[in-house]
């Protein structure tokens, strides 16, 4: 086979995985909200940012998912454009934004969030909550997504968001184990299951290929041992953002980084610290550029 050939099929083998490790995890969106039922440290810091960062203007978030954090902005009462690519999650968010009362205040849109549609200036804030932005797989991508919500926030606004800080040991575990082994009962069909996880990292493009399996209990006082082929195998891509890298996008989209720390109660990024979490400002007025920028001519 020619190199080409070979080129071309480990390309298309890596669209087809980023494809899936896109959209596979958003599928069963009662399992989803299962799985992250106990995480709120990130849903009160959301909250008090927007309190004093979005008092007026609406809050567009980016990667909306079920609506964890964009009700309880809603509840508090900001209004919001809930945006995401996938529509099983954002119905979700419909429904669960529908129980609480809250359907005049946010307003779905199913797009991209590296072409959004909104017009300029048009909201306060911009969040995009739990690792949603690790699913741009190119420094290209999240300088597109970065750019385009400088374009869209009004002067002074900022943008907000949490992706994981690359775990350098973690993430060259072998491959072929089966980690953080838990049973448990499906949420909605009752079935009991055993949830596993391992993970392949691919220097070369960054982006770490997580594979969670699914499947069938053992009888009950049975050992679980992974069968050869499992119940159900979720593919999920996470691409890894290293800290400079980070500061370099921003600046290039033309934002000021206001605060970059390694959890949400503010303890500085290093060794052992897993999340990465942002606060970056479209400044008050634009840089002075060009023809009216001051040159020696004009120095006194
Ligand atoms: C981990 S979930 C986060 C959901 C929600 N923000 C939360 O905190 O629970 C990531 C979300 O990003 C969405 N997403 C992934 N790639 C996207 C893209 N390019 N544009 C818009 N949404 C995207 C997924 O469909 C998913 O709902």
Redesign the pocket.
Known sequence: MSRGRKRTRHQAEHERLLHRG?VDH?RDTALYDFE?ADRDSDVSWYRALARVRAPSLPIL??????G??TCPLARDGHSLVA????QS?LAALRRRAKEEGLEGTIRTVVA???ALPLPDASVGLVIS????LM??YTWQDLLTCFREAARVLAPGGALAFDVEQPDLEWLTWDSDERYAVTPFVHPESGARMVYSTNHRYDPETQVCHIRIYYDDAPPPGRRFVAPPQPAKLVHLAHRQIFPEELRMLVAMAGLEMESHTGDFEGVALGPGVQSQVVIANKPRTDAVTGDDAPTSDDAP
Do not use: V, W
């Open positions: 896109t958003y992250y978030e980016l990667g909306a998912g079920t964890r954090i945006l995401d690519s996938m999650m991209d969030m590296r909550p739990f690792n949603a699913h741009l």
